[in-house]
C-alpha cells in the first residue's frame, strides 16, 4: 500500500482514470500541457474540487472518510499565486500557530523573510514562501505544490526547493507540478506524465 495514492480519479472533461502513487519520502514532478487539467487535479487530491469517480488515500485511509478540513491539513495543496492573510510576515505565521495551538507546542518561526515585513510590500515570489513556510507550519503529511516557486528567482527557487526536500526527507510527500523541464532532475523526483 502507497503512502499517498489516487486509484481511478476522474473528473470530466480534464481526466480519466488517474492513479497514482507516492511513498514517504517521495516527490514527483507532474508535467503535462497547459491547460490539460494538472491544476484540476491537484485540487481535487486536496479535496477542494469534486470528482466524478474514483479515490483518493492517505496511509490507506479514503479521502471521503475524513472530514474536509482534516484532509486539507493532511494534504495541502499550495497555488501558484499565494496570497497573505495578514498585515505582517510575523502575524501570517503566528495565525497559523494559534490554530494548531492544541495540537503543537511549535513556538519558533520561520526566518526566510522578515518578520515585521508588511505583507502588501512583498513580492510574487516572497509570497510563494509566505505560503510555504505557513503551510510547514501546518504539518500535513502530503504538499501537493501548483507551480508554486514559479515567481522565484533561480537561488531562491532552488533555496525552495532545498525546503522542500528537507521536509520530504522527514517522512512526507510532494507531488509537483512545474513548467521548469530541469526541476525533476535537480530535485531527484520521478516525473509523471499527464494526463
Given amino acids: 500500500m502507497s503512502f499517498f495514492s489516487s486509484r481511478d480519479l476522474t473528473r470530466r472533461p480534464w481526466f480519466a482514470d488517474k492513479s497514482i502513487a507516492l511513498e514517504a519520502g517521495e516527490i514527483a514532478v507532474l508535467r503535462g500541457p497547459t491547460g490539460s487539467g494538472k491544476t484540476v487535479f491537484m485540487r481535487a487530491l486536496a479535496d477542494l474540487d469534486p470528482v466524478d469517480s474514483g479515490e483518493v488515500l492517505l496511509a490507506g485511509v479514503e479521502r471521503g472518510t475524513m472530514s474536509a478540513p482534516a484532509w486539507r491539513r493532511q494534504v495541502l495543496y499550495l497555488r501558484q499565486r499565494a496570497t497573505a492573510l495578514t498585515p505582517t510576515v510575523r502575524a501570517d505565521y503566528e495565525r497559523v500557530l494559534a490554530l494548531k495551538a492544541t495540537e503543537s507546542s511549535t513556538t519558533e ?53 532545498a525546503r522542500v526536500l528537507a521536509y520530504v526527507a522527514l517522512g512526507n510527500a510532494a507531488l509537483w507540478v512545474a513548467h521548469d523541464t530541469e526541476l525533476a532532475g535537480r530535485i531527484g523526483a520521478e516525473e509523471l506524465a499527464f494526463p
Avoid at 144 to 154: I, Q, V
Fill in 109 to 161: 518561526l520561520p526566518t526566510e523573510l522578515p518578520l515585521d515585513r508588511a505583507t502588501e510590500q512583498l513580492s510574487g515570489g516572497e509570497l510563494q514562501w509566505l505560503a510555504l513556510e505557513r503551510a510547514l507550519l501546518v504539518g500535513p503529511k502530503v504538499l501537493l505544490l501548483d507551480e508554486a516557486s514559479s515567481a522565484l528567482d533561480r537561488e531562491s527557487a532552488l533555496r525552495f526547493e
